[in-house]
C-alpha cells in the first residue's frame, strides 16, 4: 500500500481497506468531471445529477449537466460544473 492511503487512512482514522474502497473524483476540467466507484445515479438534470458513492453522495450543479458515459461504476459528466458537494 502506498504512503498516500497510508496518510489518509491514518487521518480519517477509517480502516485502509475502506480507504482503497472508496470513490474517486477526477475533474478534468471546469467542464468535464470523471467519477469512479458509483454505486448508481440518484438523480439526473441538466442543473444537478446526484451519485450514490460508498460512504454517502456527490452532488453535482452546474448548467446543460450530461451524462456521457456510464458503466457499472464509473460516471463521466459535462457540462458547465458549478459546485461538488457530498452529503
Known amino acids: ?6 496518510t489518509i487512512s491514518a487521518s480519517t482514522g477509517l ?9 474517486k473524483l477526477i475533474m478534468l476540467s471546469p ?3 470523471y467519477v469512479e466507484g458509483t454505486v448508481k445515479i ?5 442543473e444537478e ?8 453522495f456527490i452532488i453535482i450543479s452546474g448548467e446543460d449537466l450530461k451524462i456521457k458515459e456510464y458503466n457499472q ?3 463521466y459528466i ?4 458549478k ?3 457530498f452529503a
Open 31 to 33: 467542464k468535464n468531471i
Open 42 to 46: 440518484s438523480s439526473y438534470g441538466k
Open 78 to 81: 459535462m457540462g458547465k460544473i
Open 83 to 85: 459546485a461538488i458537494n
Open 1 to 6: 500500500m502506498g504512503a498516500f492511503l497510508e
Open 49 to 56: 445529477i446526484s451519485l450514490k458513492v460508498k460512504g454517502g
Open 15 to 23: 480502516p485502509v481497506e475502506t480507504v482503497m474502497s472508496s470513490f
Open 73 to 75: 461504476s464509473d460516471v
